[in-house]
């Protein structure tokens, strides 16, 4: 009668009830795994480039050094080469123009900042097309792919990983231009210009990812963009009449 259909009701909203926790933790389940793939993505990421890196930041630490040391050799002779290389044009148009290289920050900048910035943007573009295009062409993405992660995902677990470079060159550069007696200020700023850089080829090695086919024709594409301003930087910054041109290389606006 009417009290078993009571129990009937009573029935039913309890195993809505299980259905509904059922399906809420189904959902959870799956946030839950998806975050553990993008973690998963972003740990093969690591491990692909985490060597690489290590090498590039400590030679840009290493170059940096050498530049302070050189600006404090040179003051320990008279200071006379600072003039002498200041005045060549055929060092102005590979060094660029010197700018406040009577100061430790600014003179070691001045020697070491086109090495730093091709090493820099060479090596990030490497990392980011093998990350990106050739885990791709091996298939490595697809067996990331059977798990319950887009390709969107996967893609920003990845970059996520590679914009960990610039911010470690930020930290090495300021670090050591600041260690070495340079002013906070501009050896932070400087730092910053570097991350920055380091960050524009992730974003360009990225593009050339996703818009070429093959890995080796995404790497041309996006080292092509370090390498075209440097003839444009020589000859912007080989005499003052031409240093506005020089300015507008990416390369030569880091200087």
Known sequence: GAGGEAREGVHRVARAGRGGAGRSGGVERGRADRRHAE????RIAFRQTWLGARVVLASV???????????????????GLLTALAGNPAVRAVYGLPTAIDTVGGFAVWRVQLFVTLI????????????????????RLDLMLANPLSLAGATVASLATLMAAPVLAVVVTGAVLQSAGASAAGSWLYGAGIGLLFATFVAI??????LVPERRRAVGFGTAGPFAPVGGRAWGRGGEGSRRAGRGTPVGGVG
Request: charged share 20%; net charge positive.
């Open 39 to 42: 973690r998963a993505d972003g």
């Open 61 to 79: 630490g290493v170059l940096l050094w050498l530049g302070t040391a050189a600006f404090h050799k040179s003051r320990e002779s008279g200071g």
């Open 120 to 139: 820099g943007a060479v090596w990030v573009t490497l990392a980011t097309t093998r990350v990106l295009r050739g885990n791709e062409e091996t298939g």
């Open 205 to 210: 090695a990225a593009l050339a990812s996703q």
